[in-house]
């Protein structure tokens, strides 16, 4: 059981958007920044945005990150059959003093 | 640009303890303000957090798992290390170092430890 909640799974057509959310509590996203994380088949993680909203060099701002409360959205727009991957959020939970991860969200570009 | 690679015994058997190294190269291990952390991922599961280190010394560990792990740092070296004892075939896993601020930016390719007699 992961200390944040993310969809098992999402899917949408080519070309249009999906949102992944990431649902935590005061001790972890309330009061930390969010990370995401882009995992392709059978290769290491990749950052995608860190501190809530921000994009690291050579990420395409089809991607996007927004932070409410206790909850945090990944956005993808102009869905890529590459984007195919599952997706992790993640951050500091102060409760724990430890790092947190969503169990991921597996995307479908259908 | 920072590379981490993991290296260590694929096999490891049960009530034995595992040990894996992280060596980095394209910069220091003791520039910036970074952590250097391990993060592993069953077959099939998501991503758990096993712990961290500064390069002086400071550990933090993921609560479920503190009995158990030890990480270390070289620094004259620019590595780090992992210790996990008491393993099971719980511990099966592809088991990931990776530099972390607030986010972890750069990852190691992963290395699968197989718990097995």
């Known amino acids: 059981q992961s200390v944040l909640t993310q969809p098992p799974s999402v899917s949408a057509a080519p070309g249009q958007k999906v949102s992944i959310s990431c649902s935590g509590s005061s001790s972890n996203i309330g009061g930390n920044f969010v990370s995401w994380y882009q995992q392709l088949p059978g290769t290491a993680p990749k950052l995608l945005i860190y501190d809530s909203n921000k994009r690291p060099s050579g990420i395409p701002d089809r991607f996007s990150g927004s932070k409410s409360g206790t909850s945090a959205t990944l956005g993808i727009t102009g869905l890529q059959t590459g984007d195919e991957a599952d997706y992790y959020c993640?951050?500091?939970?102060?409760?724990?003093?430890?790092?947190?991860f969503g169990g991921g969200t597996k995307l479908t570009v259908l | 640009q920072v590379q981490l690679q993991e290296s260590g015994p694929g096999l490891v058997k049960p009530s034995q303890t595992l040990s894996l190294t992280c060596t980095v190269s394209?910069?220091?291990?003791?520039?910036?303000?970074?952590?250097w952390s391990w993060i592993r991922q069953p077959a099939g599961k998501g991503l758990e957090w096993i712990g961290r280190i500064y390069p002086s010394g400071s550990t933090n560990y993921n609560p479920s798992l503190k009995s158990r792990v030890t990480i270390s740092v070289d620094t004259s070296k620019d590595l780090f290390s992992l210790k996990l004892s008491s393993v099971t075939a719980a511990d099966t896993a592809v088991y990931y170092c990776?530099?972390?601020?607030?986010?972890?930016?750069?990852w190691g390719q992963g290395t699968l430890v197989t718990v097995s007699s």
């Open positions: 990776a530099r972390e601020l607030r986010y972890f930016d750069y």
């Open positions: 394209g910069d220091s291990i003791t520039s910036g303000s970074y952590y």
């Open positions: 993640g951050t500091w939970d102060s409760s724990l003093s430890a790092r947190v």
